[in-house]
């Protein structure tokens, strides 16, 4: 740029003509940015409000519908409705259903989020609850050493037990054992790798399980086996999903034969068998089975059936998810789900997947 003699401000010379032109067309290239941008945030909110007029304006069409329709037939008026009118009345009835539907599914994603959030609590305390499950292990031990230098434990021979320190800090020891494997149990749910998909070789897989909830079936005398007719079997699937099957699966059989009168042998047994065509895995239980009162057994599947009530006061303390999970789940995995009946009168499930080619 050159002054002006007069210092009045820039020479309009060739190179102030050239940087006018540069300044008009950034100003442009913006605007045209602008526009395309505008254009597209005008598309989206006529497309996300005209739906909302819509929707409103159909949901009353639909109510009114109805509403006239009902009216009629408690007038039991004598005219035929003709053949729009019942397809009117056919699409209204659907829209009604539909939003019975979406509410049913909203109360479950309640309730799925409240689990969910519990899930999440003990994971991001993970670090905290695993300091604390190694302390359970050794204080009582300690207790014991310190005490032992005071006053041993000859010195209690002739002291009933519930006075005796060293018998109530054995009782401890026992509670801290079940808290600690409670933790361990609950920290291992939460772990992040559980939530990758990976090949799981299902007789590792049923190993792990039957250790990890060992120490609760033989609390309850509950005898736990399963047998794998392939040792190399495996499946590709989050282990975090087929925790959520057998675990359910599980608690739902402990719950059984804590309701069950009689004292038989406790017993659960899981089987995997494989053709060439499917994998299945079959699960029993010789507790009660499932209750009488249960008309239609495919309904244990849906989302909050449950049959599990206070005794008390009749109020439902299940949450009725296990079983829906099971079949959520399984089905997500192209599987299907089928009640067996077993002779024993218990409960039985199986679980059926069909084999992918599996190249060599
Ligand atoms: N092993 C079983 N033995 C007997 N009944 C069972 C068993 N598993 C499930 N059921 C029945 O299926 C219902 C639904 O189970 P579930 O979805 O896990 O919900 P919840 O356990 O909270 O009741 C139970 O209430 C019970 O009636
Ligand atoms: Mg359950």
Known sequence: FEDKSSREGLQENKTFQIFKLIILQILSTLEVDRAILAKEMKLFYDDLHFDDFVKKDADKLAEKILENAREKQSNKGAEQENEETKEKIILSKRIEEKDEEIGALENEQKILRGMATSGIVTASFSHELGNLSGVLASRTDELIELLEEKSPQNLYQ???DFLN??????????QDAKLQNWLKFSLASARKDKRRRKSIILSNYFQNFKSTWSNVLSNRMIDFSYTVDNNKLDIRAMEIDLDSVFN???????DSFLRQKQNNKREIMLKVNTT????????????????????????IFNALYTTKRNEHTGEEIGTGLGMWLVDTIIKEYNGNVKLLYPKNKGFGIRIAFIKKYQRK
């Open 165 to 174: 320190p060293y018998i109530l800090i054995e009782d401890m020891r026992k």
């Open 248 to 254: 359910n699966l599980l608690v739902n059989s402990i």
């Open 276 to 299: 060439d065509k499917e994998i299945t895995i079959d699960y029993f239980d010789n507790g009660e089975g499932l209750s009488q009162d249960i008309t239609d057994p495919s309904k």
């Open 158 to 160: 002739n002291t009933p």
